[in-house]
């Protein structure tokens, strides 16, 4: 029996780095509500990532439901059908309106060619996703956000640490989330954070994250509790030490799949940019079945019988989901490109500590698999 290779596994450290932290925990009895990890983790993370303000988060998903409350969005948001749910989520539990619009099939992000058609008098902000960690077309969407004076928030949950030109693309937009899930490049075992240009909206995004409290007599406003607590702090500044090792692992291990696959017929690859530095989070292939010879469900079946758990990330189409059926975009709109790449996508195994002999057995299952 072949081993078992899941589409991820979370790069820990040794155990033997973390007890330090854990023992000064214990003894501070400092467990959370900015803690000194917690305070520590802000400021490391800012100069790492090169961000003016960052505020943590006890998951991506609260972050990005309170980056929404922070900017006192009403009406509808243009987002993009092509993501995790938690990015459309976010915009029901605002109780705002999601508008999709299609994807570019090179990239997988939002096309901003579309944005200026789904403008309506309600529209308040525009949501897009750094797919995979690519990054979006922000000059685009920020001069359209410019004209029709509305607010971007940027989902980069896949782009910890990307830059543009030697730029942190995570500093574009009003705000930007990101998520330290155990299945990110960089993870605080569930973790977030909202990067904000001003030291005026991070004091309102920490307030509102904190129930609103603003001092023991005074509750500013319906703030929620999603404060990062000491223990995931505590992993983030150990992670953080082993960043650059991990990112050029996965680096690798991108490269060794390229050059296995890259030549294969129906096989398609998303275009990477010179520009870009990435964090290499996901291997997204695309299948075409006409010259493949086999559909996606196939290959995912097929690999999976072979112990290799491969995901669908993202199928399907959150604008197809049941709950988002009753949004006149999830039909209005054509879809055309975001349902060309989720009906074809397959996430591979990428993490630190899978094997070149592991992405060897990957790679020639797939070549034998296809016609
Ligand atoms: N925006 C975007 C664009 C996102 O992709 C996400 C999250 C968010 C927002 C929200 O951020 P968070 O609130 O999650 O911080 C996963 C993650 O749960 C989710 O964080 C992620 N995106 C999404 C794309 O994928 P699943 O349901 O695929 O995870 P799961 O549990 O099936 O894990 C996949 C594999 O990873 C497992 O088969 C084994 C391995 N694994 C997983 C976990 C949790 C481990 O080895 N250890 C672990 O602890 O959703």
Redesign the pocket.
Known sequence: MKEII?????FLPDLDEFLPYLRQIWESKHLTNRGPYHEQLERELEKYLNVPNISLFT????A?ITAIQALDLKGEVITTPY??V??SHSLIWNSLTPVFVDIERHTGNMDSSKIESAITPDTAAILP?H?YGHPCNNDEIQRIANKHNLKVIY?A??AFNVKREGQSILNWGDLS?L??????SFSTF???AIISHTKEMKNKIDNLKNFGILNELTIMGTGINSKMNEFQAALGLLQLKHFGEVVRKRKNIFERYMSALSSVQGLEFFTLDKEVEYNYTYFPIMINPDLFGKARDEVYEYLKQNNI?S?R?FYPLISSLEVYNVYPSSHEFNLVNANYISNRILCLPIYPDLTAESVDRISDLLIAFSK
């Open positions: 899941f589409v991820t596994q979370p998951n991506g998903t609260l990005l993501s995790f938690a990015t996703v797919v989902d949950a896949h989330i998520s330290f899930h155990a299945t990110k569930e973790g977030g758990f995901r990330y």
